[in-house]
């Protein structure tokens, strides 16, 4: 049964790990979420070794269509967000031992400059 | 930005915490986010996005280079998903304005 990991949960983490407060575990998790964001906003790639990177990616405009009507839409052109997960991050969740991988793989490879939407 | 710049950023506007603790803090963080999709749960945190595991069908993909057939086994892969609020951020407009430009109508 696989169930939905919030907010709370990671405060709570932080609580036990750290022994700050519920509150100031809530006010640190927002402030790192906040300057990831500012970071994405700054148009920077947010590179979290082990984890993964989230970088923005521009999208130009395309005609879109509705798909209840079929009508054609213009689809102005906009920013999205890409997360690309790290090495030991899709390893792990492929359910690989891990630990003969390095904790510092980089999130992007050098040989692959191709990254994927995260719509598509 | 880096963990260890996001982490020195941190810091930065908490000096009343030692950085270590800002470095376990951190860690932490993704470390949770981790554990939990490797549990196969999703991860919500609403404005920010949600991460979730999605699987992938085993299928007959191409060596690009050399145009042979090879079996591609089923795996099961991390995924995010943005948030509205960080969309908008994004894009500094409310998604209001452009209701069918929304990823979510056009999948």
Same mark, same amino acid.
């Given at each position: 049964m696989s169930s939905t990991m919030t907010r709370a949960q990671l405060i709570e983490s932080i609580y036990q790990e750290v022994g700050l407060s519920r509150n100031e575990s809530a006010e640190l998790l927002e402030m790192v979420l906040g300057e990831m964001s500012s970071a994405l906003v700054r148009a920077e790639t947010v590179k979290i070794s082990s984890f993964g990177s989230f970088s923005v990616r521009q999208k130009g405009e395309r005609i879109g269509r509705?798909?209840?009507?079929?009508d054609e839409v213009p689809i102005i052109p906009r920013k999205v967000l890409v997360f690309r997960p790290s090495q030991l991050l899709k390893a792990r969740i492929r359910g690989? &031992? =891990?630990?003969?991988?390095?904790? &510092? =793989?980089?999130?992007?490879?050098?040989?692959?400059p191709r990254s994927f939407s995260s719509e598509t | 930005m880096t963990k260890s710049e996001l982490i020195a950023r941190i810091a930065e506007r908490n000096p009343h915490l030692f950085q270590r603790d800002v470095e376990r803090i951190v860690s932490t963080i993704f470390d949770q986010i981790s554990a939990a999709l490797t549990r196969g749960d999703r991860v919500e945190l609403r404005g920010f996005g949600a991460f979730s595991v999605k699987h992938r069908d085993s299928r007959i993909g191409r060596?690009?280079?050399?145009g042979e057939a090879v079996e591609v086994s089923e795996k099961t892969v991390p995924y995010f998903k943005t948030g509205k609020q960080l969309r908008d951020l994004l894009n500094d407009s409310p998604s209001h304005d452009q209701?069918?430009?929304?990823p979510d109508t056009l999948s």
């Open positions: 509705n798909p209840k009507t079929g690989e &031992d =891990v630990s003969g991988i390095k904790l &510092d =793989v980089d999130a992007v490879p050098t040989s692959a | 060596n690009p280079r050399t209701p069918i430009s929304s």
